[in-house]
């Protein structure tokens, strides 16, 4: 199913654990509809401003995914409107910049271990919120604002 002009359903649901384990990782319709706007308001003016392709590595996670996963139980990826991203030949940290110095509306922005970034969408309510997310040394997840 295609969801706007560079962006299709399947990149969204796609998900080795949720084959591997037989989870039903399908969105709703209002889900479908979050997802739409994510695309429409955030990735393909990304994609136009930057002139490469987004490649998605985490969209959509039904609720049984997401748990599956280790996911933060509040996590917006549940709701369809936040996407982990990468673009080949830009570094995460350059993204993450790019982003941040553009007009691209979002409601957070997270540079992730220097191998992704979690970009959200919340329509009406985008706090941007701008946190890089590392490790200390047991290897417990910080958020530091930015």
């Known amino acids: 199913m295609k ?5 299709n359903l399947e990149e969204f649901t ?17 889900i479908i509809a979050n997802i739409i706007s994510l695309c429409s308001n955030v990735l393909e003016p990304l994609e136009e401003l930057i002139n490469k392709q987004i490649i998605i590595s985490s969209g959509y996670r039904s609720e049984e995914l997401n748990s599956e996963i280790g996911g933060a139980k509040n996590s917006q990826h549940v709701e369809g409107k ?26 957070q922005l997270i540079q992730e271990f220097d191998k992704w970034v979690h970009i959200s969408y919340n329509e009406g309510k985008n706090r941007k919120q701008k ?16």
Do not use: H, M
């Not at 997840?141 to 930015?146: C, K, N, P, S």
């Open 3 to 7: 969801l706007s002009l560079n962006f």
């Open 14 to 30: 796609t998900s080795e654990t949720a084959i591997r384990k037989g989870i039903n990782n399908i969105p709703s319709d209002e």
């Open 82 to 107: 936040a996407a982990d991203i990468k673009v080949k030949d830009i570094s995460t940290e350059d993204l993450f910049q790019v982003i941040i110095e553009s007009d691209i509306e979002y409601d």
């Open 131 to 146: 946190l890089r997310a590392t490790k200390d040394k047991n290897n417990k997840t910080i958020y530091t604002r930015i």
